[in-house]
């Protein structure tokens, strides 16, 4: 019983790693654009 209860913490574990790593990544995608304009200009 204790391997279950075990297992499923490293599943949930797991499970809300992803869904912060792919929360990060959409929110990066989200404000590239504005990130690159305010960080790298377009006159040279």
Do not use: H, T
Request: glycine share 12%; charged share 20%; hydrophobic share 50%.
């Amino acid at each position: 019983m204790a391997e279950r209860k075990n297992a499923r913490g490293v599943i949930a574990a797991g499970a809300i790693g992803n869904v912060l790593e792919w929360y990060d990544f959409a929110i990066y995608g989200y404000f590239a654009a504005a990130i690159g304009r305010a960080f790298f200009p377009s006159q040279d």
